[in-house]
C-alpha cells in the first residue's frame, strides 16, 4: 500500500472529526464516539477522549506502509501518551469526587455551627470592643447600659467611668427611673472635677443593690443575646437593640449558672462540718469466759 493511502486515511479521520465538532454545534452533545460502517470514526462530542485517540492508533497501524511500518519508538511514545491520558482523567475523576465529598462535610459543619449560634439566644454576651471612645472636648457620648435587674427602691446606681489605665475619671450616679433592662447613660466627656477627660477609650461599670437585696453587676458591652440572623450565611446577634457580628463576641455566659452571667452575687455554701474521725468506744472485755 502506497504512503499517500496513509496520509489519506489519516486525513479523512481527522477532517471527520473536524466536521463532527463544527455539526455538534448545531445538534446534540455527546461524547460517545461512533464508528460508521465505512469504518470512519467520529466523536460527536467534538473530545479525544482516550477511546478515540486508541481507535486513532489502530486506524494509523492498519493503514501503515509495509515497506516503511511505524517506529516502534514513536509507538511507544503514543502508548506511553494514551496511559498518562488516562492517568489524568482517573485522577480528575478522583478529584472531583473529593471536591463534591468536601463540600457536603462544609455543609454539614455550617449547618452544625448554625445550631450552636442559634443555642446561644438568652445568654450573657460581651463584645470584644466594650469602651466607648473620646474624641473631642466637646463631644457628648450616649450608650446603653444593661440592668440585669432592678434596683432596690430608694437605691441609686452609681455608673463609675474608668480611663485605659483603670483609674477612676468619672461616677455618673442615678436615682430614678431604673428598671431591669436597658437605660440610656449620657456623658459628656468631663472628669469629677468638671475638666476634659481626655482623648482615649474609657470602660463603664457599675454594682448596686438589686430588689431581692443581692448585689448585682455591669458593664458596658454586656448584654443578653435577644435574636440570631444571618445574612449571606453569616451570624449576627442582637445585643442591646442593635445587630452585631458574631464573631464579634468576645464572651458568652448563661446567667442561670451561678457564677456567671452576672444579674446576683450567689449565696456562699455554709461550710460543711467536719466528719467525726474519733474512734467508736469498745467495749471492754470480761474478766471471766462465761460457763458453758
Known sequence: ?????????????????????????????????????????????????????????????????????????????????????????????????????????????????????????????????????????????????YLPAKPKEGEAVEFKIYDENNNLVKTLTVDEGLNEGLYNLAWDGRNDNGAFAGAGKYTIKAEYTNESGGTSKTSYGSYPIEAIKFIDGVPYAKMGGQYVLFDDIAEITDPSIPGTGNPEDPEEPEEPTKPDNSLPEVPERPDKKPEE
Open 1 to 145: 500500500m502506497a504512503v499517500g493511502a496513509v496520509n489519506n486515511s489519516s486525513s479523512d479521520l481527522l477532517n471527520s472529526l473536524n466536521n463532527q465538532n463544527q455539526n455538534t454545534k448545531a445538534t446534540s452533545n455527546t461524547d460517545t464516539v461512533v464508528q460508521n460502517n465505512n469504518g470512519i470514526v467520529s466523536n460527536p462530542g467534538a473530545e479525544l477522549d482516550k477511546d478515540a485517540f486508541l481507535q486513532l492508533l489502530l486506524v494509523e497501524l492498519q493503514h501503515q506502509d509495509p515497506t516503511d511500518p511505524m517506529d516502534t519508538d514513536k509507538m511507544l511514545t503514543q502508548t506511553s501518551q494514551l496511559a498518562a491520558l488516562e492517568m489524568q482523567q482517573n485522577t480528575n475523576n478522583t478529584m472531583q469526587a473529593m471536591v463534591a465529598t468536601m463540600e457536603k462535610l462544609s455543609a454539614s459543619i455550617s449547618s452544625g455551627m448554625s445550631m450552636q449560634v442559634v443555642g446561644a439566644i438568652g445568654k450573657m454576651a460581651s463584645v470584644e470592643n466594650n469602651y466607648v471612645e473620646l474624641k473631642t472636648a466637646d463631644e457628648v457620648v450616649y450608650l446603653k447600659m
